[in-house]
């Protein structure tokens, strides 16, 4: 019975930290703290996109033709596309598209971060205020470059574009993915904004400053590089902004087989760096407790549907163990469901389709066996193992 107690309750714990960061934070708007908003320069930024590309010929072309159509001076921005280790006609079609093409062949060490390493320190940054790493399945919201440019000066900060479904109707994942995206960035991401926390960094869409790389490089090289420099910028004080307006969409995986690959790397990167750089981030000495805890709590927080299947497997222990304690813990397991029960209802209310979004859940108790198996199968992936590349329709 003991270590029943002390398991769902750590577990519970855990799980209810994001909820209770959330909470802070409105105590703390409420209270008048704001982040402050500086004054933009006359002039828009100068963006340097970069597309991390390996074998991506089927989509490089209609990335590299929304980057060319952004409604953004011509001359304040570039494009240029990373082949790396390609074998097909990725950097030939790349250039046709309009984009410069740099071509990376190391086999020794493959991937995207070092690929993005390699690149920026081919590029001649001084000319340039922000970096945007855009994946090469993606297309950019026209109007991309102008968002960015509203939250300007851009140099001494990070942000994190929008990262929308671009199939929204293909069926129930793709359904719930655009629900679970709406919530974040325009609730719960909005939220961070405004009191002054950080975002987490996705990887797609991050716009870093190019007095940040100069500052403190970049030293993300696990299968989670996103989280890992999230982590790294935050512990030394870099802001990360979320914005809303700045959008990007990818298509997301159709069936559970397609995007088995991806759920376990995601896992197993956060893992990873969680366990590597937690000391370090509590230990910082140039954010305050708000944002280690807000950090913390993004860092362990499983995901919802991970989350909720958390929650339904403990909360049957409990009702089958009957520890003395059950019925706190069963309190503390559905508390930590209400944030995730706020920001789904208030992305479902957001979507063009409500009732059809919401028919999308009833696959959710299948999914979130499916997602708890993915995130126990990520064991094997903790540490630096090889990038696999979710499979391409």
Known sequence: MIVVSVLVGFVAAVLLLPTVSDVVSLVRLLLGHRRIALTPPAAPPRLLFLVPAHNEEKLIASCVHSLMALRYPAERRRAVVIADNCTDRTAELARQAGAQCLERHDRQLPGKPRAIAWALSQQP????DSVVIIDADTVVDPDFGVSLAQAAPVTH????GYFDVRNPTDGALTRMAAVLAAGNYRFAYALKRRVGLNAPLLGNGMCIGTAVLATHGWNAFTIAEDWELYTLYTTQGVPIESLERARL??????SLRQSSSQRQRWTA?????LGRLITRLIGSAKIGPAQKFDALAELTAPGPVVHLGL????ALLVAVARPPEAAILLFALG???VRFAIYTVAGLLVQPHPLRCAVAFAFLPLYMVWRLGAAFAAAKMLGNKPWIRTARQ
Do not use: N, P
């Open 269 to 273: 990167g956060k893992l990873t760096v």
């Open 125 to 128: 940054l001084e000319d340039v």
């Open 311 to 314: 929650v339904t497997a403990l």
């Open 335 to 337: 508390a930590s469901l």
């Open 249 to 254: 969409y990818a298509e997301e995986a159709r």
């Open 157 to 160: 900060k990070a942000f994190q």
